[in-house]
């Protein structure tokens, strides 16, 4: 097929059936296209006549999470990396996540919004007696935060604070939805400080300074059968569970 150039007179277009590409889990593709002997001659020009283009399929099925094997097809090192790839590729069916049994991860992480996740098409962490744990501060208090994501549920992991000061167990902020806590252990013993925005086991907040700042945090949540440790002594958490919602529009969690 003959094409015009973009300001000729004629069509500049086509479309071109590459055939069938088999995408592998965790792994990119990349597809590499460009023209060559325009009008029969030789191209002068090569700057303007590729285009590189790489995918990752959406996440679907089974992965691991298990610190001894690097990120790579359907393992992910960390929790980071998952969180990284559920709010990067999105999904496009259930995803189930084993966490390797009995691991110790020292990490802060974030779920952020999922694209294509629904009530079908749920995502279920699967902690089996492994710890998250990480040494908060100021900034960063705490341990696990669901910001935007929706329908997760995050069961039988120990999410542990280490820091004297410092020490939220889990959060739900930005309009989370539909997410479930289950089974979890949330330790917060490691504080000692009596500030009440210190600590807290689980918060349903707005910000990452107040356990109980008002907004749309989290609708449709359930916090079911959680184990929340504090000291012996004087300290941590300040909340068991805080939970602050909108002003304007209620919100129906299961505490």
């Not at 980071?80 to 990490?107: H, I, K, Q, R």
């Amino acid at each position: 097929q003959l094409l015009d150039t973009i300001t000729g007179n004629g069509s500049y277009t086509t479309n071109i059936n590459l055939g069938s590409i088999n995408f592998i889990a965790g792994q990119s593709t990349t597809v590499k296209v460009w023209t060559s002997a325009p009008n029969g001659g030789i191209d002068t020009i090569n700057s303007n006549d590729t285009l590189v283009q790489s995918w990752v399929p959406s996440l679907t099925g089974v992965y691991t999470v298990d610190n001894t094997l690097p990120t790579s097809g359907t393992n992910f090192n960390n929790f980071t990396d998952l969180a990284s790839a559920l709010s990067t590729y999105g999904v496009c069916g259930p995803v189930d996540v084993n966490v390797m049994s009995g691991g110790t991860f020292t990490e802060q992480v974030t779920f952020n919004s999922i694209p294509g996740a629904s009530q079908t098409n749920r995502i279920n962490i699967h902690g089996n007696n492994s710890i998250l744990d990480f040494n908060a501060n100021t900034s960063s208090r705490f341990v696990v935060r669901f910001n935007g994501a929706s329908f997760v549920t995050l069961e039988d992991l120990t999410i542990r604070s280490l820091n004297a000061t410092f020490g939220w167990g889990v959060v739900y902020s930005g309009s989370a939805s539909n997410d479930t806590l289950r089974n979890c252990t949330v330790d917060i013993s490691s504080v000692s400080s009596t500030t009440s925005t210190n600590s807290v086991g689980v918060t349903l907040t707005s910000t990452l300074t107040s356990p109980l700042s008002t907004g749309n945090n989290c609708t449709d949540c359930a916090i079911i059968g959680n184990t929340i440790i504090g000291r012996t002594t004087t300290g941590g958490p300040y909340y068991g569970i805080a939970a602050a919602g909108s002003t304007a529009n209620g919100s129906a969690n299961l505490l």
